[in-house]
């Protein structure tokens, strides 16, 4: 058996634990760069901006594992104020929901924040005029996507 220095043993106890470090981080966060930095300070399980109006219809929709929504059509009435509630299930990743004119994502109608799951945000707006439109993640603008029913 060879015979190794003090130094040598305590140099490789420390490559060791710092590799252990490593692989405990990455398997932690996963690899994936769209999840947010812990926060050291607190936060409310649920955040809303703006409150919902008095008498608006409320929609809900949920951002759930492997970035996804939930529902891939919403209907909507025409010309009425609407709560969209938008929650975010999807571990620690980032997602919103907004919704545009079409899929050029040019002209925005409604957008929550982005927040990082878990999370709730909400946002209250007039719907336009009866067509089809278009919804998305806009972390994700090419994985969550959906088509928005204004009748």
């Not at 932690?28 to 608006?56: C, F, L, M």
Request: aromatic share 8%.
């Amino acid at each position: 058996m060879p015979n190794y220095t003090r130094d040598a043993i305590l140099v490789w106890t420390f490559v060791l634990i710092a590799a252990g470090l490593v692989a405990f981080i990455v398997v932690e966060t996963g690899g994936d760069e769209n999840k947010a930095a812990p926060s050291t300070r607190a936060t409310p399980a649920v955040q809303t901006t703006p409150s919902p109006a008095a008498g608006a219809a409320t929609v809900n929709i949920k951002m759930i594992p492997t970035i996804r929504f939930d529902v891939d059509e919403i209907t909507l009435p025409a010309n009425k104020e609407v709560t969209v509630r938008a929650d975010n299930q999807d571990g620690s990743t980032m997602h919103n929901w907004a919704a545009y004119t079409d899929s050029s994502a040019q002209e925005s109608i409604a957008k929550t924040q982005i927040c990082a799951a878990p999370c709730v945000e909400e946002i209250t707006f007039k719907t336009p005029p009866p067509g089809e439109y278009f919804f998305r993640c806009d972390v994700h603008p090419t994985q969550m996507v959906g088509r928005l029913l204004i009748q």
